[in-house]
């Protein structure tokens, strides 16, 4: 007996569902399983090395030895550096783009070049970064002109997660708020702002994990190879997690040495990119809580 053609149709679209359902549930699993063996990998060879000296100690020997307390600080001044200046600019384009500019070639332009912008390649950031900040600007080789740099890196990822948050908020809470005789900027500012804050939340995130594991663009502004000692001011030049693995890692003065030291480096930028973006979270979810007690 011949099935109705609306039967048909019905087991079609569950059959393209259901094979839709496995590729997507294949791609998911095989990237969750790819990032479990990647730190599998760097877990299995570089937990032996870490111990409280390797964290609190000074390098030796040409970073064969001893610890790499310089670079975790210096990488904790930079992202700190970066995100001071990339977060509340990023946040205030944002705003601009989405609350304040009108539709049109202007914004159409913005837009545009705030997408370019995030393709950019890291290095042609670090040479941008050495010829404004670090020779046009006499900043030099220091922290100031390394967090401007990765701020610049990052900036385009706060623009665009702040947009898409406040495009997200439904627009009557903008006409209540206007009805209530509130200004355009008492409307941003109290109303809109906090209840998109939590997504915006998302773009520090991705620009802590970003601007952390960058090695270009301080390569040319800012990271020392061999610098034991701590920085006293923002024109200071400092090491850094990201340089000193790939230094220790291809080019150091003996290789095979300092391969322990390689992976013990990798795996506590890894536990710093964790920790950062767990706080991160955390305040994320503080925000959302206010939000919806409010």
């Known amino acids: 007996m011949k099935q109705p053609d609306h039967l048909k149709v019905r087991k079609k679209k569950q059959r393209n569902q259901r ?4 590729s997507f549930g294949i791609i998911s699993f095989s990237m969750v399983a790819i ?3 990647i730190l599998s990998f760097i877990l299995y060879h570089g937990f032996h090395v870490i111990s409280w000296d390797f964290i609190t100690k000074m390098p030796e020997d040409g970073m064969t030895k001893g610890g790499i307390y310089p670079a975790i600080i210096g990488t904790l001044y930079l992202v700190a550096g970066s995100m001071l200046f990339a977060f509340p600019i990023g946040v205030m384009s944002g705003i601009y783009i989405n609350e304040y500019a009108k539709d049109g070639m202007l914004k159409r332009f913005i837009k545009m070049m705030t997408n370019n912008l995030a393709g950019v390649p890291s290095i042609v950031f670090g040479l941008f970064g050495m010829s404004l900040f670090v020779n046009k600007l006499k900043f030099g080789d220091s922290i100031l002109a390394g967090s401007l740099t990765l701020g610049l890196l990052a900036l385009p990822v706060v623009i665009r997660t702040t947009e898409e948050a406040l495009k997200a908020i439904d627009n009557s ?3 209540g708020s206007l009805a ?3 200004t355009k900027w008492q409307t941003t ?11 915006v939340i998302t773009g520090l995130i991705l620009s802590i994990g970003r601007v952390s594991g960058e ?3 301080i390569l040319f502004t800012v990271a020392a190879y061999f610098l034991p000692k701590l920085p006293h001011s923002i024109f200071d030049k400092v090491m850094a997690l990201p340089y000193h693995l790939y230094v220790i890692a291809t080019s150091g003065t003996n290789i095979e040495a300092s391969r322990g030291m390689a992976y013990g480096t990798a795996l506590v930028l890894i536990m710093l990119v964790l920790i950062a973006n767990l ?6 979810r503080y925000f959302s809580k206010k939000v919806k007690m409010n």
Do not use: K
């Open 180 to 182: 209530l005789g509130a």
């Open 279 to 284: 706080l991160a979270n955390a305040l994320r």
């Open 19 to 22: 094979l839709a359902f496995v």
């Open 173 to 175: 809470f903008r006409i």
């Open 215 to 217: 090695t270009a663009p």
């Open 189 to 199: 500012r109290r109303v809109v702002m906090p209840m998109a804050f939590p997504n």
């Open 35 to 37: 990032l479990v063996v």
